[in-house]
């Protein structure tokens, strides 16, 4: 939850008052934006999402749209029209595509202009007219959407998938946040080019109704079974992108603290309230790390290991980090990855990689894993920052921008994609793709990029950790190659094996895009 400042941003609820009288945030309308893909492969069309929170409280009509795109490249308007709509928003969850027309490849920002009218339930009167841009979230300035049209499908390894692994859809819903439907959340990574998405929904935000975020359900069950029929409906009604039905967990590390871990795909629901902040300073763990994975045979991931956070939200939420002893790999089930990459390359990414790369030198070959913790929050993100005083705006955390892609037999389904996060071979990107293959006594790595994402590489590093004579690893990783000209968007490097344990590769493109890829072990 943003409660705290400087915690991660979502799609803003702002009429919970936390039973006080008064709200800087309130309004009697219901929260209102646009929201779009960040980017769009060849062959879909632009949509834009019009998303509607709280209507059932406060019925609207949302008359029409103004839309202007113009490209940034040479400030042409490319699009500019109004769209009659005549939407009666009633529900508690609205989103609603709205398609604006081809677009060429290229850059673009597209300014939105709401018209709207407040009904009054009873007499079907208007009760009040208003028109607003993107959004009419209070105090909180409007900032453009900005897409990109793809000349190419995003650069993917042959015979892999690439994946949205941390996300949440519109049943990750309490005092300060709320998502997307997953319908919505589908239709955006085909947009963005993904080929599968976990909604890793919140364990606290199921055991508690939507209707009243403080109060407890009969049974989590309700919820988390609704979010697994609305993903097997979509399954079987589109098949692509492939949708899993996963959970984020609050779970306890070895000191009795709160971290997250995320869940790919558990047929059962794993309890975890600790930091759900509806108890206050009652936040003791529901259940600890190896408790919880004798609870499931799902793969399960450290998430945003090493996020950086500070003292109120360690003392009101007694949240912590993880470590190794976290990680269960004594037992028969281990933590498989760790999510260390959460939308954007900041601190918490920073110390989660060093904690990876640490734990290789143990001999411990977790995945590293790629994911954007979006509650929505397909083109940018916003927030409660206060309670009850203020909201704020960034463009981290977008949905699908950070991606896992993982080496897979086809046909493309949970079991194979289960078998694929058992094996050792896969990404994380944000734009290139860069992955490995080994050869009887070679590792060869192939970096790949499109001109949308920059075309040549600013480095390609490729790192290795040697083996001693007894056995054990070196004490630190050795930079093997480091390319000193810019490498071509098409690049190939192939290393002898040597005495190294393992091998992996780092890259950047010239326009700050980038990937890594797991550690290739070595006989």
Request: glycine letters at 8%; a neutral charge; hydrophobic letters at 35%.
């Amino acid at each position: 939850m943003s409660i705290i400042p400087g915690e991660k941003l979502h799609y803003a609820e702002t009429h919970f008052k936390f039973k006080l009288p008064w709200s800087l945030l309130y309004r009697p309308w219901p929260e209102i934006l646009m929201d779009a893909p960040f980017q769009f492969v060849p062959g879909t069309e632009p949509t834009l999402w019009l998303v509607i929170r709280d209507a059932h409280r406060f019925p609207t009509l949302v008359e029409k749209i103004e839309v202007s795109a113009s490209c940034c490249e040479n400030n042409d308007i490319n699009v500019s029209k109004v769209i009659d709509l005549d939407i009666q928003a009633t529900k508690q969850f609205e989103f609603h595509p709205v398609k604006i027309g081809t677009l060429k490849p290229g850059n673009y920002e597209i300014h939105c202009k709401i018209h709207a009218k407040r009904i009054d339930p009873q007499s079907g009167n208007v009760i009040k007219t208003a028109s607003f841009s993107r959004w009419n979230y209070p105090g909180l300035k409007p900032s453009p959407l900005k897409i990109q049209i793809l000349a190419e499908e995003p650069p993917k390894a042959p015979g892999f998938v690439a994946g949205e692994m941390h996300c949440h859809s519109h049943y990750s819903a309490d005092h300060v946040e709320h998502g997307a439907s997953p319908e919505v959340l589908q239709q955006a990574a085909k947009a963005t080019g993904l080929d599968f998405v976990s909604c890793t929904d919140h364990a606290y935000d199921f055991a508690y109704t939507t209707e009243d975020y403080t109060k407890e359900a009969e049974s989590p069950l309700t919820r988390f079974d609704a979010l697994h029929e609305e993903v097997r409906k979509l399954n079987q009604a589109t098949g692509m992108p492939l949708m899993i039905a996963g959970e984020e967990v609050s779970a306890g590390n070895s000191k009795g603290e709160n971290v997250h871990m995320t869940v790919l795909g558990p047929n059962g629901y794993l309890p975890g309230l600790g930091d759900c902040g509806r108890n206050w300073l009652d936040n003791k763990p529901t259940f600890r790390i190896p408790k919880l994975l004798e609870m499931t045979t799902a793969h399960c991931f450290a998430a945003h290991p090493m996020q950086p956070m500070g003292y109120l939200e360690k003392f009101i939420f007694r949240r912590g980090y993880w470590s190794h002893k976290d990680l269960n790999l004594d037992a028969a089930h281990k933590i498989r990855g760790i999510q260390f990459w959460n939308g954007i390359r900041d601190e918490g990414f920073k110390l989660g990689r060093q904690w990876w790369i640490e734990e290789l030198g143990k001999g411990n070959f977790l995945l590293p894993i790629g994911g954007n913790d979006a509650h929505g929050d397909l083109n940018d993100t916003t927030s409660v920052s206060t309670p009850l005083f203020s909201l704020k705006h960034s463009r981290n955390h977008v949905f699908g921008k950070v991606r896992t892609v993982v080496r897979i037999n086809s046909p493309l389904t949970l079991d194979m994609l289960n078998d694929a996060f058992s094996g050792d071979n896969c990404y994380i990107t944000d734009g290139p793709a860069l992955w490995w293959e080994r050869g009887e006594k070679t590792v060869t790595f192939h970096a790949r990029n499109t001109q949308d994402f920059g075309g040549a590489f600013r480095y390609i590093r490729i790192f290795g950790r040697k083996r001693n004579r007894n056995g054990t690893f070196s004490k630190n990783e050795t930079l093997c190659i480091e390319s000193l000209v810019l490498p071509p968007a098409s690049t190939d490097i192939t290393v002898n094996n040597d005495d190294f344990a393992y091998l992996r590769a780092e890259c950047e493109t010239a326009t700050g895009k980038f990937a890594m890829t797991s550690a290739a072990a070595l006989p």
